[in-house]
């Protein structure tokens, strides 16, 4: 068998600081590439074969994974919160960087972290990109408000960013003069095509060949739309690999982390190390799950009696997470079973 050379890289914008060693840890070469495809090329032409690299989880992993993994016998990506060893050193440069991630591959020390296929990352982007329309968008409803409010017009709140409402008001109200009118203007002109580049994203990953059987099963769940199946299906990425619904509850945020010393065990609020885009989304189908879904209304009225509205709504929310695990692991719709009928058989 043919030695496994092992080589630690730290990615950044411009550059990449590499170090490369045998099994054994001896040095064998170590430096800095540009971060370019056509370097990255040239630089791998001159690596020793087999070789196996491990990189830091950065906004610049994905393209380098992409580019490296065909000719890797291996490749990992880290975890950066767990590489505690780099942040905590008294001398951190980016050689030291490479040279420390290269020893915990060689020593199968690498805190590794999932690292979703090429296709998944792909789709994620442009629902992340969404979600950020939507925060935009809501931005200029509040402007559209603020600015009506700085100049004393009376509106009615409920029906302010209804088309037909914002011309009869622009139109009608003195109050309103030339200039604050073309704000106005503006700011719903923005609000409109935002809603439309959003919708049209929608539609899109929606209609995914890839995505649209997956989606469909997920919302045949209670309270279940098409923006909390594709959070889930593309945040997740593969089901399989949480081996549990607790671990899957961890991952999305809806417990808290825990210490404990001796026969001393803290329990502290919800964690911070969690999935955020998967987190918001499930709280808010949460909160309106109880609408849609009896035995999720029985499961809310329950947790409240024990606590408050905001423990009743994290109970929700794993429930969920459990519904959503069972169909997309079992590949098929979700089925409400009648409690008679089961005593019955």
Known sequence: MQPMY?????????TICYCVKDGSGVMHAEGTIPATRYDLDRWMKTLPQPWSAAMEATMFTGWIY????PHAAALKVAHPLMLRAIAAAKKKNDRID??????????????ECYMAPTAIRERRRTLRYRNLLVRQMVQMKIKISSLLMEAGVSYNKQRLHKAGYFRELLATNPEIDVALRSLLHQSRETVVRLGKTESALIRSLEHDRLLAERVERLMSIPAVGP???????????????FSSIKKAISYCGLCGAEKSSGNTVQRTPLSKQRNKHLQTTLIEAAKMAPRYSPTLALLYDREKQKGNANRATLAVARKLVAYLMAVDRGKCHFLVLDRESCTAA
């Open 98 to 111: 490479a040279n420390k991630i290269c020893d915990c591959r060689r020593c199968d020390f690498l805190p």
């Open 227 to 241: 923006i909390t199946a594709l959070t889930w299906a593309l945040e997740i990425g593969e089901v399989q690999r």
């Open 6 to 14: 092992y080589i630690g890289l730290d990615v950044h914008k411009r």
């Open 66 to 69: 992409d580019h490296l993994k």
